[in-house]
């Protein structure tokens, strides 16, 4: 599957209605998209942005801290695919020991978009969208 890396642009917070939106843009160019998730989701990824801890753990810390106690760290996050309008995405883990670059076994693990981009924050690890993907919703 060939890949294109994308960075977090902008983050839309709504403070009426469920839906919230998540821009992502070509790391190499101008070209973009949003997906729209919802208020939870928004919320744990700006909290993730500005650096927030809460006193106890949220689901999205906990899912990386069974990732490490599981001796894996997330690698990438892929928005993988487009199906009636919907995307779907993954979570790319590798050992901990893997070398950066290097071969390891990887392990995949399907997951909604906005819960790969908040573990993606929350870790600095990068995003990528599918080729296909990206293609048939990039807008300048």
Not at 7 to 26: C, F, P, S, T
Not at 68 to 88: G, K, M, S
Not at 101 to 114: L, M, Q
């Amino acid at each position: 599957m060939e890949l294109v890396e994308v960075e977090l642009a902008r983050v839309v917070i709504h403070q009426k209605g469920d839906q919230q939106y998540i821009h992502l843009r070509e790391r190499s160019g101008q070209r973009g998209f949003t997906i729209e998730i919802g208020y939870h989701e928004v919320e744990e990824i700006n909290r993730k942005l500005c650096g927030m801890q809460p006193p106890r753990p949220l689901t999205h810390d906990l899912v990386g801290r069974v990732i490490a106690a599981l001796d894996h760290r997330l690698q990438r996050v892929i928005v993988n695919e487009l199906r009636e309008r919907t995307f779907y995405a993954m979570l790319v883990l590798v050992p901990k020991d893997a070398p950066p670059g290097g071969p390891a076994r990887e392990r995949t693990v399907d997951c909604r978009p906005s819960d790969a981009i908040a573990l993606a924050v929350a870790t600095g690890a990068p995003i990528f969208v599918a080729r296909e993907v990206f293609e048939e919703v990039a807008m300048e």
